[in-house]
């Protein structure tokens, strides 16, 4: 059989639609989507030389009230990471978001990731299966002027095709004022204390309770990951900056990270995700290298005139960024 998508309706849901997208492949190869938990890839089983390995990690209880940013791969925006005590200004006007970071003190991760998203678009062909799910803040979100400076949009296309996962974003500003923004994705790989990873810098942020404080210094010793390392006792919950800059693929992409297990997955990603997050969650069964387009709370550092990768849309305009994982 070739690339196929079904379906099937998760066990135990009780609080959101349980409709979950399977696709698959001729060789193996698997992803599963929930879009009721905003568009999660929770499910990633690549194969490679006939070895399949799950690579991604699942709360045991995302079904049944987990955290929407505590499995798969949570899609951030309009922001990714935190903003301070979820206070900023933009364009002269002050908006206040609920702190719901785990201290509840700061708002944390945008709002896409823990909202429904509608199905626009599935199919498959000879090399690939794909589905794509739009976000759009005044639909979906139910967003207003009072929460954010404009309305916005997101249409994310999960593309499986042979040992590959590919996440194809389209950010689109519907509204008639510019639109500032982030983009972040929060993969959980599985991982034990035996994992190999490398997440190439030379900076990092400081930060201050998590939030950034302006000042980036050398990576040091606990956070170098310029080379293959085994996470063994290693803590994380860093800013990766400065990243290097080598030759793109044909197709763009810059190699950005590898993660050795049972197989070697390499993160690849679009030029415009400067900053790499790296976190061990303290259940330590997972290791998280989170791409973004901007540092944590990029909107305040903007506002004190420092480049922290924050982005404006004109409106009606549209913006496009990849993501590939591969074996």
């Known amino acids: 059989m070739g690339y196929r998508i079904q379906s099937r309706q998760a066990d135990s849901v009780t609080d959101r639609d349980a409709g979950v997208y399977h696709l698959l492949g001729p060789d193996g190869d698997e992803a ?21 390995s799950e690579c991604l990690y699942a709360d045991p209880e995302l079904f049944t009230g987990g955290r929407p940013t505590r499995s798969g791969i949570p899609v951030l925006f309009p922001f990714p990471n935190r903003i301070r005590e979820g206070h900023f ?41 794909w589905i794509t799910g739009v976000f759009r803040g005044s639909i979906d979100g139910g967003w207003t002027p009072e929460q954010w400076p404009a309305d916005h949009e997101i249409e994310l296309t999960v593309r499986l095709s042979r ?38 810098a030379n900076r990092f942020w400081c930060l201050s309770e998590n939030i ?24 994380l919950d860093d800013i990766l900056t400065a990243l290097p800059s080598p030759s793109a693929r044909p197709d763009g992409l810059i190699e ?37 387009t901007c540092t944590t709370d990029a909107v305040n550092l903007d506002a004190r005139g420092m480049d922290a990768g924050w982005l404006t849309l004109p409106p009606g305009g549209e913006w496009i960024a990849v993501v590939e994982f591969s074996v």
């Open 89 to 129: 200004v933009w364009a002269g006007q002050t908006y206040s978001l609920i702190p719901n970071d785990p201290a509840m003190r700061n708002a944390i991760h945008g709002f896409a990731c823990r909202t429904a998203w509608r199905i626009v678009n599935c199919g498959s062909d000879a090399d690939s299966a």
């Open 212 to 235: 950034p404080s302006g000042e980036t210094r050398e990576v040091d010793s606990a956070r170098d990951l310029n080379h293959l390392r085994k996470l063994g006792d290693l803590k």
């Open 32 to 52: 599963e989507i929930w879009p009721a938990l905003g568009f999660n890839v929770f499910r990633w089983r690549p194969v490679r030389n006939h070895v399949a």
């Open 256 to 292: 950005r990270a590898i993660v050795r297990g049972p197989l070697t997955v390499r993160l690849a990603c679009s030029p415009v995700f400067r900053e790499m997050v790296v976190f061990t969650p303290p259940h330590r069964q997972a290791f998280c290298i989170e791409p973004y």
């Open 163 to 200: 040992g590959t996962l590919r996440l194809e974003a389209v950010i689109r500003n519907p509204d008639s004022v510019p639109l500032p923004f982030g983009l972040g994705y929060h993969p959980y790989f599985r991982a034990d204390d035996a994992t190999q990873v490398q997440v190439p």
